[in-house]
């Protein structure tokens, strides 16, 4: 039996469909026998999975591991359950190991590493161990050799959607995953694609795909939605792609094959891709009912983002275009900045907050998201100036679980040699008077007569550009609990 494990995703344990488990089981249905656990419904992790394993009778633990509280999670549960039952085999897959495998294979509790999309890879490496293989020419694997050295091959390639089983929702309870969101009252995700064609050096993403995207048929997607919104009542659907809106023509095929669910729904796309729409498709997506769109706006800078290899036609100018063509459309813009970029912090720190500012006075709807920047094992620009300034990935498991690199990869941290307070500081309170200003429309808890209250008491603030020491801002989210806008979907 395969245990197919997803360690808790976020502090508070919000319950989100485990999607990457759901792609490997519709490739694993019908030809081995597996379980998923969501570490998200239990409160003691080991207790759930050891319990598993033993009604079970598991001989495979699949692990899905993303930095942050998921790798938090994994590290105790797979340490323990390997000295307890050593027999099991242990695979990790995910963001994390695809970036660092070579630091989770150093623990001997971790026997195989996937790298990339698994759908493919896990299940060539489950008949080489059925058969008490080595996998020595599966792309997207690696592991130790007898000596202790590390073997691995390239990520495995990207698999095409529209190739691929559905998803086998009867192995989860679904009504765990339906959640009230700014859109309507039961939302649930569904993932259409896979990839984005470009090649960003701050994104995570890049590793995992190599500049490739592949996607289900705007039919098959429509038909999933539709699906899902009939067996259980939805009216809203996110969709956790990295890049929904790659295809104008499958995104306006999509919407008019939904335009009669009367459901609301959000995706995230690229403001040079999404600003060279024509006005139908538009309209198209307005009816349909898209709600928000999440847009890498990423920095108020041209020569920042020249840095970030945005690619494309990426600039602030067309940033401000969408934002006001979004509020044309009665769509609303979902933006994040990442703060802080090398090599001169304080002055691309200065830029992306007048910017802010500007974009709020074309569009005061858009939602700001504020990440400080983290590198991500590239090469470019950005990457090469951070080592240069003396910053290196921790080279064990314990080191990335440490409060400070738990902090780092949720992009909140001041763990970075260039953002080191005062600066971190001046972005935590221009962020603290930007959102009592302009209170996030995804915060179910503040009524009209709150946000007008947190507009009242930060305007002299947010008009005068004082933001230090916010004092009476800070007493007021005791009181009122006003939430910084987070993104949809993750």
């Known amino acids: 039996m395969i245990l197919l494990y997803n360690p808790p995703s976020s ?98 509790y971790v026997d195989y590493v996937v790298r990339g999309h698994g759908e493919e890879a896990f299940t060539a490496l489950l008949d080489i161990l059925e058969r008490d293989g080595i996998p020595l020419d599966i792309y997207g694997t690696a592991y130790r050799n007898p000596d202790g050295s590390i073997q691995a091959s390239m990520p495995a390639k990207i698999p095409h959607p529209e190739n691929l089983p559905d998803f086998p929702y009867h192995r989860v309870n679904l009504e765990n995953y339906v959640r009230r969101t700014f859109m309507g009252e039961r939302t649930l995700p569904h993932h259409s694609s896979y990839g984005c064609p470009f090649f960003c050096n701050f994104c995570a993403v890049v590793n995992m795909v190599n500049g490739r995207w592949r996607a289900q048929s705007a039919k098959r997607t429509a038909s999933t939605v539709r699906h899902l919104v009939d067996e259980w009542q939805l009216d809203a659907v996110e969709f956790y792609d990295n890049n929904f809106f790659t295809s104008e023509r499958r995104v306006a095929e999509f919407s008019e094959h939904i335009m009669d669910l009367n459901i609301s729904w959000w995706g995230e796309g690229r403001i040079d891709t999404m600003i060279a729409y024509s006005d139908r498709t538009w309209e198209l997506m307005r009816d349909s009912g898209l709600r928000m769109v999440f847009l890498g706006a990423e920095s108020g800078s041209d020569t920042t983002l020249k840095r970030m290899d945005k690619g494309g036609k990426a600039s602030t100018q067309k940033t401000l275009e969408i934002a006001a063509k979004m509020a044309d459309y009665g769509v609303v813009p979902e933006m994040s900045f990442v703060m802080g970029n090398p090599p001169e912090p304080e002055i691309d720190v200065d830029e992306t907050i007048s910017f802010i500012r500007k974009v709020k006075q074309v569009n005061p709807a858009t ?56 600066l971190r500081k001046r972005v935590r309170d221009f962020e603290r008077v930007l959102n009592a200003y302009y209170p996030t429309v995804t915060d179910h808890k503040l009524n009209r007569t709150s946000r007008q209250f947190l507009r009242a008491i930060s305007a002299p603030r947010y008009h005068t550009q004082t933001y230090t020491f916010p004092i009476e801002l800070r007493a007021v989210q005791k009181v009122l609990h006003y939430q910084r806008p987070e993104t949809t979907g993750f």
């Open 367 to 422: 939602e700001v998201i504020l990440y400080m920047y983290t590198p991500v094992p590239l090469s470019g620009e950005l990457y090469d100036q951070a080592k240069a300034d003396g910053f290196a990935f921790p080279e064990t498991l314990e080191g990335w679980v440490s409060d400070d690199w738990q902090d780092f990869v949720q992009r909140r941290s001041s763990n970075t040699p260039w953002m080191q307070d005062p």
């Open 11 to 108: 502090a508070s344990k919000k319950p989100v469909m485990p999607m990457s488990l759901l792609a490997l089981g519709a490739v694993l249905e019908n030809k081995y026998d597996y379980m998923i656990l969501d570490g998200n419904l239990h409160d003691d992790q080991y207790a759930a999975v050891e319990q598993a394993v033993i009604a079970n009778n598991v001989d495979i633990l699949g692990v899905t591991v993303m930095p942050g509280p998921q790798l938090s999670h994994a590290i105790p549960v797979c340490k323990a359950l390997k000295a307890k039952f050593p027999h099991i085999k242990v695979i990790w897959g995910g963001y994390f190991p695809t970036q660092h495998y070579d630091v989770a294979l150093q623990a001997d």
